[in-house]
């Protein structure tokens, strides 16, 4: 019988429909070992693993031949896996695109929105029970309407995000990448990154992970901003050179920022979480019990087609 590994607790909907297959289900959170990992490659036939599942070309030269014709992955994001050792060794690699894009995209307007009007300045004022009554100069922030956006990266994640700004904020819309697109909103292209960063006021970054795209905000790009600029991150946390931008936050720089992931996740310096002027999120992009099962379900049939020889619908 076919054998499965299922690397984080499923939701219902995943043990229904592997009815028939041989499935191991790991009962923690946590990711694979080099141990598992390793052993996971020999034993079973399709894996479903996801971030922090560290599938290097180290792991796969260990792994001779392996038994695993599919690395199933949960999320969009696969730079934890080498793709390029992975097919070498035979083995196909998925994702689940599509399924996070509104979601992910709503999480950059939490983070712009909270970042712009101190929100999260303004929620731990409340709770510390110092909080003193209105006045006409409390917690001053940016007000985003009619402001100008900056997405890099204008795929999917990107393009749903300016969609967001331009209708529902009437923000001009920039953006940079390889190459201009043809969109359905207004958006000026720019060749060059510098140039836009610091020709906007709110920076939104939705590239993918990976070598081409590590530490891509460096403390060169983060001195090009405006002084008022805000950075938000709903990429991949190494996309942002996390040392500098704390410096540049310390020294007000730029005028704030808004992190959903971490250079060194699930590790946060202190020295950032002293800070007032950043939003911190706990990895919230595609967190919605709607959208997860979503992801499930598109990396479960990705697993299902590899194991049985086919080629995935969502093969990267």
């Known amino acids: 019988m076919t054998k499965l590994l299922i690397a984080r607790p499923a939701p219902d909907e995943v043990h229904t429909a592997l009815e028939g297959f041989d499935v191991t289900y790991r009962e923690t959170s ?6 598992e990992i390793c052993a996971a490659l020999r034993e079973y036939d399709g894996i ?3 971030l922090g599942d560290a599938f290097s070309s180290d792991i796969f030269a260990q792994v001779d031949a ?12 696969y730079n934890h896996i080498d793709t390029v050792a992975a097919q070498a060794a035979g083995v196909q690699v998925s994702n689940t695109p599509g399924a996070v894009t509104d979601a ?25 029970g110092k909080w003193t009554g209105w006045h006409p100069s409390q917690l001053l922030g940016m007000h985003l309407t009619g402001k100008t956006v900056g997405i890099v990266g ?8 300016a969609r967001r700004c331009h209708y529902g904020f009437s923000m001009d819309v920039k953006y940079f990448g390889r190459s201009a697109k ?22 939104v970054i939705a590239v993918p992970g990976g070598d081409e795209t590590h530490h891509l905000i460096d403390a060169d790009m983060l001195a090009a901003m405006q002084p008022h600029g805000l950075l938000i991150n709903i990429s991949r946390g190494n996309v942002v050179k996390e ?41 919230l992009g ?9 992801m499930w379900m598109m990396a479960v049939e990705n697993l299902k087609a590899g194991v049985a020889g086919k080629t995935p619908p969502n093969l990267v």
């Open 66 to 77: 392996p038994r695993c014709k599919i690395l199933a992955n949960f999320g969009v994001g």
């Open 30 to 35: 946590a990711p694979l070992s080099i141990d």
């Open 154 to 161: 204008m795929g999917r994640i990107g393009q749903a995000v």
């Open 243 to 283: 040392s500098a931008l704390i410096t540049a936050l310390q020294n007000r720089i730029i005028g704030g920022a808004g992190l959903d992931v971490y250079e060194f996740e699930p590790i946060v310096p202190e020295a950032l979480r002293a800070l007032d002027n950043v939003v911190l999120l706990p990895h």
């Open 182 to 203: 043809t969109l359905a909103f207004p958006a000026e292209y720019f060749s060059e990154l510098k140039d836009l960063l610091g020709a906007v006021d709110v920076v």
């Open 104 to 128: 992910t995209a709503d999480i950059a307007m939490t983070l712009m929105l909270m970042a712009a009007r101190r929100a999260g300045e303004g929620e731990r004022l409340v709770r510390s």
């Open 286 to 294: 595609t967190s919605s019990a709607e959208v997860r099962v979503d």
């Open 48 to 50: 479903l693993p996801t």
